[in-house]
């Protein structure tokens, strides 16, 4: 049997992704969290063989996930499965340690499909975002986009300079290199190219 985890902050998706993987006779679902960080606390007590998560979940993110679950003896292999056809997410999962991307419209004999391949240590990525994920690269470092992040979320300098421990004028460098790379008038406009390209 193939031991699965599922990490989904919609409850009614979350039940439906469980029915339908139970119904597979080698596959059994023996955790579901509706947050990134149930998630890993559930990880680390079942011992899942593989993870299938959102990317998108209240305080701990899906790729947040993945990579804190790397730091651990014996970490499941971890499948993202979103919404986001987004080739810059793709490569941050597959930088964090993801062994799978799904797209959530994808036919649900595909994701058990996708399960056994990665628990046998395979790779499954939807093929239509494989060869985009590697046209534009990132041009954001983890700290800008972790700035840019905060200041989308409504923070001012003053709040993400006390939250990341940094000092104000090093927040307004680090969005103002944001902003320059992304080609943007503002910070707004910024994390909005950025969300829509998987950056953020």
Do not use: C
């Not at 979350?14 to 119904?23: D, N, R, Y």
């Not at 969290?33 to 993110?61: C, F, N, Q, Y």
């Amino acid at each position: 049997m193939i031991r699965i985890l599922i990490a989904e902050d919609q409850a009614m998706v979350l039940g439906a992704l469980s029915a339908l993987l139970e119904i597979e006779s080698d596959l059994e679902v023996v955790g579901q969290a509706r947050t990134g960080s149930e998630a890993l606390t559930l990880a680390l007590k079942h011992r899942p063989d593989v993870v299938v998560t959102d990317i998108e979940m209240p305080g701990m993110t899906g790729l947040d996930l993945a990579a804190a679950l790397r730091e651990h003896d014996r970490p499941p292999r971890v499948i993202i499965l979103t919404t986001f056809a987004r080739p810059g997410y793709l490569r941050r999962a597959l930088d964090v340690g993801a062994s799978g991307y799904l797209l959530k419209d994808a036919p649900s004999a595909q994701l058990a499909d996708a399960i056994r391949r990665v628990a046998a240590g395979g790779r499954a990525i939807d093929p239509s975002l494989a060869a985009e994920a590697w046209t534009e690269p990132d041009p954001l470092t983890d700290r800008e986009r972790q700035v840019l992040r905060l200041a989308d979320e409504g923070l001012s300098g003053a709040e993400i300079a006390r939250q990341l421990r940094l000092s104000e004028g090093t927040v307004r460098n680090y969005l103002s290199e944001s902003i320059g790379k992304l080609g943007a008038k503002n910070r707004v406009e910024a994390a909005r190219v950025a969300r829509q390209k998987g950056w953020l």
